[in-house]
């Protein structure tokens, strides 16, 4: 039997089928922890694919030449570079094994970008024996990459990372990129012949914005389209603008119950009523000193709910529009220029789902029941404040009757704060030793970007469906990491250096 935690706090997250089939089948479910461990991340490949035909249609629809580059940081899996790849979309690498690992699936100067934050000696050198764009972001990169690709006797294609736009009269801080303002001056004379960088091909510009403003990245990109057209007067042949990532995804089911949702925390951490999160946690919010109670501070999560989200968001930014009145798409048509996107966790949308076993259950001191999982919160982990979507709990054995239980979530790392979700949770019934939890589309970030191997736990196993018409069963579903044994691409390249 499946459940959803219900009560006054909802947050029903939005799902798929194929994840009710799986979880309707508690055989596999029991199958694959027995085979894997607990906790396993099981990813839906067809789900991607929809993902990356939405954004297509919108290219599609407004007569542009787009491309989508996969943020491979937003999830580990090898599967999702490969299949991102047989699709026909790029992948965006931000390490030298992400590039490593992508060119390996056939990844080219064609649809292969690096954007990393670093980039070691190593990385460059791989990406320029191959031919791939470096987004550069600093002068001391230029130098590096410029001195590399003279060794190697190669021309290195680079993009150049912007930031500083002014929007609205403020300026968008950024410790990314050369500043727009301050710095496009000197770009422009290293970039105005070969004599500064005569080992680098300038071929497009990038930005990548924090937050998920609409507006900011209109406006980024018309002042990039501007920049562009300024260094296109000085010779340089320019292929693309490439906007980076950061489109809005929507998690939630109901506006309402995300209303409902801040509205009880806010009155909970001014004690106006019960508690709803472990240790009365605000989240961020934060109660105001002295005689008036009011709430400080705001919710430090992601916006878990958006109306504007996926290719709805991405058609609002082509359709941004300049002083003129003249949309992002119409320039970049009249610039004739590769719209390039980012984007990493909303590619992932409905593509993942972590699974995880339960060890044992308890009452503290307080009266609260805690649960154990067989996980831990670095397998679970948001870079905000919490990952506010209800999980469901599958039980082995039908309960006789419901007993309505307020629980929270606890993991093994020996460490207080290992509560998996802050929130309290109610369930029609206390889950026991054996039953699984199941945490929905946790695919973008959140099941291990940030995991980490403390007390030597293993990392957890990433699984995967590539076929939507097989049905589920434990044989159809594959371990991502079987692909590590075909990793060659670094005996390669050192064959081709010496
Ligand atoms: C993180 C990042 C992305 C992906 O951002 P999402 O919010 O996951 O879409 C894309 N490009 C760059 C340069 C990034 O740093």
Known sequence: ?????????????????????????????????????????????????????????????????????????????????????????????????????????????????????????????????????????????????????????????????????????DKLYSRFGFDIEKDLYNLKVWFSDKTTFPNLKLAGFHFHLDGYSIEERGEAAIQTLDVIQEFRQQGNNLEFLDIGGGILMNYLESKKEWEDFQLNLQNAVLGKNEPITFNNNGLGFESGKGKNLNISGKLKTYPYFNEVNGANFLTQVLSYKNKEGISVAELLNRADIQFRIEPGRSLLNQVGLTIAKVAHRKRDAKGNWLVGLEMNMSQLKSSSADFLLDPFVIYQNEPENTNFVDLYFTGAYCLEQDVLLKRVLKFSQLPARGDFVVFVNTAGYMMHFYETEAHLFDLSQNLFVENSREPLSIETITNDSDFDSENSVERDVIVQES
């Open 1 to 169: 039997m499946i459940s959803k935690a219900m009560g006054q706090n909802q947050l029903t997250p939005i799902t798929s089928t194929w994840m009710h089939e799986l979880m309707n089948d508690s055989g596999i479910i029991e199958g694959l922890c027995e085979k894997y461990g607990s906790p396993i991340n099981l990813h839906h490949i067809p789900s991607f694919r929809k993902n990356i035909n939405a954004y297509q249609e919108v290219f599609k629809k407004f007569g542009i030449d787009g491309q989508i580059y996969f943020a491979r940081k937003a999830n580990k899996c090898q599967i999702l570079a490969k299949s991102a790849l047989e699709f026909g979309i790029g992948v965006d690498t931000a390490s030298y094994r992400e590039l490593e690992q992508a060119i390996n699936f056939g990844g080219t100067g064609a649809n292969l970008v690096s954007t990393a934050a670093i980039k070691t000696e190593k990385l460059l050198r791989l990406a320029i024996v191959k031919n791939i764009p470096v987004i550069i972001d600093n002068l001391d990169e230029l130098q590096l990459a410029d001195k590399i690709a003279g060794e190697m006797e190669e021309r290195c294609p680079i993009g150049l990372r912007l930031s500083g736009f002014q929007v609205d009269g």
